[in-house]
């Protein structure tokens, strides 16, 4: 249980809206009923989702940093290029790609076809415990702390390779409208960025954590230089690494 909840440092602080809050806290209470109770043929769907939401996440802030390339991406995919460029949500992507084809995205971050396969396969997993087949995967706790740590395993490779997106997507912050005070959204820097970095973005305990150890030093000599040091010092001081509950 406790490597399954680790999970939840790899997912966002916040969501685009209520329903995508629900959505996760369901799933967390799904998984967590399930397993406590035995059931662990439906808490390992469960956790599948979250997992699969994990993935999404990524693939929206790969989208963010590197719009050019995702497009690019996109060739060959049987929906058109507007359309997955014009997804308002992370979950949106499965309208209009099968669920297996978003790990192709993660290419764009240096993982090879092994790679892809590897995070891919666990959805075929899925397929077969989704069906009517009269056996059940999960006969004890076990296996599905096996397959828990498989998962996170994966987790954790993807989130390695993600390192560079993130710091793409604070750099563009820092050195974007959010550092002039004439025109960044709040006055209040940490209403700043809490919106305009952690919000937008989607970013999660672990991507804050790459965005406190951020090289600073590429920012010397830039206009605005220390105002985009005080953003930095606001992140530090509401995203403390004590009360993050990141991983090791």
Partial sequence: MDEALE?????PQSFANTNEQAYLDFLWSAFQTNYEAGRYEFASLAFHLLYMSFVSFSIWQIRLARPL?????MVGFDKSESALMACESP?????QLKESQIFRFLKLIGCSNQQVGEFAKFVKRRNKIAHPTGTVFFNDQAEIDAEIADMM?????????MQPVIAELYEAFLRGESADPES??????????????????YMSSADIAYCRDFDLSALEGQPLHDEMLLLHDALVAIY??????EAA
């Fill in 91 to 95: 979950f949106k992507f499965y309208d």
């Fill in 184 to 201: 960044r959204q709040y006055s209040d820097l940490a209403d700043e960025v809490r919106v305009n970095l952690v919000h937008v973005n």
């Fill in 153 to 161: 395993k994966e987790v954790r490779n993807i989130e390695a390779h």
């Fill in 69 to 73: 390339p995702f497009a690019m991406a």
């Fill in 7 to 11: 999970l939840g440092t790899y997912l």
């Fill in 240 to 245: 403390p690494p004590d009360e993050m509950g």
